[in-house]
């Protein structure tokens, strides 16, 4: 069995083709938005992180932040800095090289402030979403992919809905599933 799925450079396969705006520290968060709401088809996520992050939890975070970046369902990334943080969009940069995920960056105070960052980031995005527009689909062994789930925790009711739902769509994915080698 097969989905239709978006292959990337590092082997990885993804069901959706976004263009990340991805601020590096809480304090671009709002002109990631702004950037990503003035380029529809581009998604923006914000964090509470970037700063204050000292020695194994500052190396958490970046793997965290890296790994949200190259995702296989990212087909670029806008990394929007603000200039002063510890973790910076080269921080980020570095830990996404070897996924061959493609990516710019733009800092709030390198441009001169908000304005002209949103300016130019606007460009940037708008170059990364034109270059995903040449990705296509590809059948893709359902055996790749990667699927995500959360329990419905805040809801009294997700115990005798939602769970068993969710359930139920694992089981018949697992079921679809070859059985692998020696295994």
Known sequence: MNFQGYRRQDGLAGTRNHVLVFPTVICAARVAEMISRAVPGTV????????????????????????????????????????????????????????????????????????????????????????????????????????????GGSDTLSGLTANPALGAAADRLVAELQPLPGV
């Open 44 to 151: 923006s996520v914000t964090h509470p992180h970037g700063c204050g992050h000292m020695g194994r939890e500052k190396e958490i975070v970046i793997r965290a932040m890296a790994g949200f970046c190259a995702h296989p369902n990212v087909a670029g990334v806008l990394l929007v800095g603000l200039g002063c943080e510890l973790i910076t969009p080269e921080l980020i940069a570095g830990e996404i090289t070897n996924s061959g995920q493609r990516l710019e960056a733009v800092s709030i105070q390198a441009e001169g402030g908000t304005t002209a960052a949103v300016e130019k980031g606007k460009k940037l995005a708008t170059k990364l979403l034109i270059e995903s527009y040449i990705a296509r689909r590809e059948p893709v062994d359902i055996s790749e992919l990667i699927v995500g789930t959360n329990c």
